[in-house]
């Protein structure tokens, strides 16, 4: 968020841009790789530059902050998916179970989660095409 408000000047402080976002109910195919310093867990490029695309000049502010919101969201789940798959003995080697624990229920479709998580990580992996382009 410290880039929206100080780099770019989209929004005065961090707590406005959930707002911003919210006046639209979409992206519109806006998205934004925030790594401006490498993208660590799991793709481990720490050269690698942030990107906005699909971006013109009818894009309005309110998509770049969904999307910038919306990359947010998606920066951990295929850390996530990582570990959901492994079995619960590998997690858990005290045998332990988490009885209490809070789950969070992705409010999205799973279709429509999968596509949006999978359309970002192809805009990530075309951003590591981008690092020999630097100055």
Same mark, same amino acid.
């Given at each position: 968020?410290?880039?929206?408000?100080?780099?770019?000047?989209?929004?005065?402080?961090?707590?406005?841009?959930?707002?911003?976002?919210?006046?639209? !109910?979409? *992206?519109? &195919? $806006?998205? @934004?790789?925030? /790594?401006?310093?490498?993208?660590? #867990?799991?793709?481990?490029? !720490?050269? *690698?530059? &942030? $990107?906005? @695309?699909?971006? /013109?000049?009818?894009?309005?502010? #309110?998509?770049?902050?969904?999307?910038?919101?919306?990359?947010?969201?998606?920066?951990?789940?295929?850390?996530?998916?990582?570990?959901?798959?492994?079995?619960?003995?590998?997690?858990?080697?005290?045998?332990?179970?988490?009885?209490?624990?809070?789950?969070?229920?992705?409010?999205?479709?799973?279709?429509?989660?999968?596509?949006?998580?999978?359309?970002?990580?192809?805009?990530?992996?075309?951003?590591?095409?981008?690092?020999?382009?630097?100055?």
């Amino acid at each position: 968020m410290k880039w929206l408000t100080d780099s770019v000047g989209l929004i005065s402080t961090s707590l406005e841009i959930q707002d911003l976002a919210s006046k639209v !109910e979409s *992206t519109d &195919g $806006v998205y @934004i790789v925030p /790594s401006f310093d490498g993208l660590f #867990a799991p793709w481990w490029h !720490e050269d *690698t530059c &942030g $990107v906005q @695309i699909r971006i /013109s000049r009818f894009t309005k502010k #309110a998509r770049i902050a969904r999307a910038t919101l919306e990359s947010i969201a998606y920066q951990p789940l295929p850390l996530l998916d990582y570990h959901r798959s492994l079995k619960e003995d590998y997690i858990f080697d005290s045998k332990v179970k988490m009885k209490n624990a809070t789950v969070f229920k992705p409010v999205l479709a799973e279709e429509v989660k999968k596509k949006k998580v999978n359309s970002w990580c192809k805009v990530v992996t075309r951003t590591f095409d981008l690092i020999d382009l630097a100055f």
